[in-house]
């Protein structure tokens, strides 16, 4: 696909702009008639305001430059602004999770511009995830704080559990020198943290009923770093979101939620060439939704695409439908 402006929003603190341009030239090879503009993220914005910038310029692509939460920034934007221009990732952060989920050249600038600037482009869902802060929790750097409560876009996945613990107990220096291997280190600490709470979980617009979770995570791709993958069903593009619930306590749980995910849901749909939808058990649910509303009994932290954005005591989802194309 013919690139003509191609926008790129990056994050001074992952790299500079040098190496960038770098990379840039390497994949334009000489090729002429590709105009580019740049436009470079706020500690207060990690890039909302800077993917606007680059359609304003005329972007036909707007590369996000940067980690999981530039490229959940810039996929939000496009995904509100409802624009045809096209979502690229260069991936610079410890879980790029959205390149690994769609196949994105990792630890290769040269190949992750080449693809921005030739790909074909995929239309893909956009979770959107509404919340009620616990008191004091509204972040400082929301761009549009709303009171306690606040609107986000998730292009991976979103929830609270393992998942949000293992982000709030890494450590930030391990995962500088170790990268992803870092939250393999904070899992320990994250099954301790997780306890098991009393929610309200009406789904597709059904009556509420009572459950029980220490995790809930609903998401739009499926797979997280090392490759441990969480949604086995999940398909970024066809229109629904996919639903984890684990509600394991004690020796005997874990126990059945590691049957369920190593075999059931790995080995098993391996064997089988992944016909078999992924299964659930006493303490591990799965299923399928277009929207859900929950309402947590306790405080719990909430993660949107890797970003921790603090205690949550409810959660509205729903989901946008082939909101962004992404190359």
Same mark, same amino acid.
């Given at each position: 696909?013919?690139?003509?402006?191609?926008?790129?929003?990056?994050?001074? %603190?992952?790299?500079?702009?040098?190496?960038?341009?770098?990379?840039?030239?390497?994949?334009?090879?000489?090729?002429?008639?590709?105009?580019?503009?740049?436009?470079?993220?706020?500690?207060?914005?990690?890039?909302?305001?800077?993917?606007?910038? !680059?359609?304003?310029?005329?972007?036909? +692509?707007?590369?996000?430059?940067?980690?999981?939460?530039? +490229?959940?920034?810039?996929?939000?934007?496009?995904?509100?602004?409802?624009?045809?221009?096209?979502?690229?990732?260069?991936?610079?952060?410890?879980?790029?999770?959205?390149?690994?989920?769609?196949?994105?050249?990792?630890?290769?600038?040269?190949?992750?511009?080449?693809?921005?600037?030739?790909?074909? !482009?995929?239309?893909?869902?956009?979770?959107?995830?509404?919340?009620?802060?616990?008191?004091?929790?509204?972040?400082?750097?929301?761009?549009?704080?709303?009171?306690?409560?606040?609107?986000?876009?998730?292009?991976?996945? !979103?929830?609270?559990?393992?998942?949000?613990?293992?982000?709030?107990?890494?450590?930030?220096?391990?995962?500088?020198?170790?990268?992803?291997?870092?939250?393999?280190?904070?899992?320990?600490?994250?099954?301790?943290?997780?306890? +098991?709470?009393?929610?309200?979980?009406?789904?597709?617009?059904?009556?509420?009923?009572?459950?029980?979770?220490?995790?809930?995570?609903?998401?739009?791709?499926?797979?997280?770093?090392?490759? =441990?993958?969480?949604?086995?069903?999940?398909?970024? %593009?066809?229109?629904?979101?996919?639903?984890?619930?684990?509600?394991?306590?004690?020796?005997?749980?874990?126990?059945?939620?590691?049957?369920?995910? +190593?075999?059931?849901?790995?080995?098993?749909?391996?064997? %089988?060439?992944?016909?078999?939808?992924?299964?659930?058990?006493?303490?591990?649910?799965?299923?399928?939704?277009?929207?859900?509303?929950?309402?947590?009994?306790?405080?719990?932290?909430?993660? =949107?695409?890797?970003?921790?954005?603090?205690?949550?005591?409810?959660?509205?989802?729903?989901?946008?439908?082939?909101?962004?194309?992404?190359?």
């Amino acid at each position: 696909m013919t690139t003509k402006h191609i926008g790129i929003v990056w994050n001074p %603190s992952k790299t500079d702009r040098e190496t960038l341009e770098s990379a840039l030239e390497t994949a334009l090879g000489g090729a002429e008639g590709v105009s580019v503009s740049w436009h470079e993220t706020a500690e207060d914005d990690p890039g909302r305001a800077a993917a606007q910038a !680059a359609l304003d310029a005329g972007a036909d +692509v707007v590369a996000a430059a940067g980690g999981d939460g530039t +490229v959940r920034a810039v996929a939000e934007q496009l995904a509100d602004a409802e624009t045809e221009a096209d979502l690229a990732v260069i991936p610079l952060g410890t879980g790029n999770l959205l390149a690994r989920n769609l196949g994105v050249p990792l630890n290769d600038l040269p190949g992750a511009f080449g693809r921005a600037l030739t790909g074909d !482009a995929q239309a893909i869902d956009v979770g959107w995830a509404e919340v009620v802060f616990a008191p004091g929790e509204v972040p400082e750097e929301d761009p549009e704080p709303e009171g306690e409560s606040g609107r986000y876009a998730f292009a991976v996945m !979103a929830g609270f559990g393992i998942d949000a613990h293992m982000i709030t107990e890494t450590d930030d220096d391990l995962k500088d020198k170790a990268g992803w291997l870092a939250y393999v280190e904070s899992l320990g600490r994250a099954v301790a943290a997780s306890e +098991v709470i009393d929610l309200r979980v009406a789904m597709d617009d059904a009556d509420p009923v009572e459950e029980k979770a220490h995790t809930f995570i609903v998401g739009n791709c499926g797979t997280l770093q090392g490759g =441990i993958t969480l949604l086995p069903d999940a398909d970024p %593009s066809d229109g629904q979101l996919d639903l984890l619930a684990l509600n394991a306590d004690g020796i005997a749980g874990w126990m059945d939620t590691l049957r369920t995910m +190593v075999w059931d849901n790995g080995l098993k749909r391996l064997l %089988s060439g992944g016909e078999e939808r992924a299964a659930s058990s006493d303490s591990m649910v799965h299923r399928r939704l277009t929207s859900a509303v929950v309402e947590l009994d306790e405080p719990r932290v909430f993660e =949107i695409d890797g970003d921790d954005i603090g205690e949550v005591t409810r959660i509205a989802i729903t989901v946008q439908p082939a909101a962004i194309r992404v190359r």
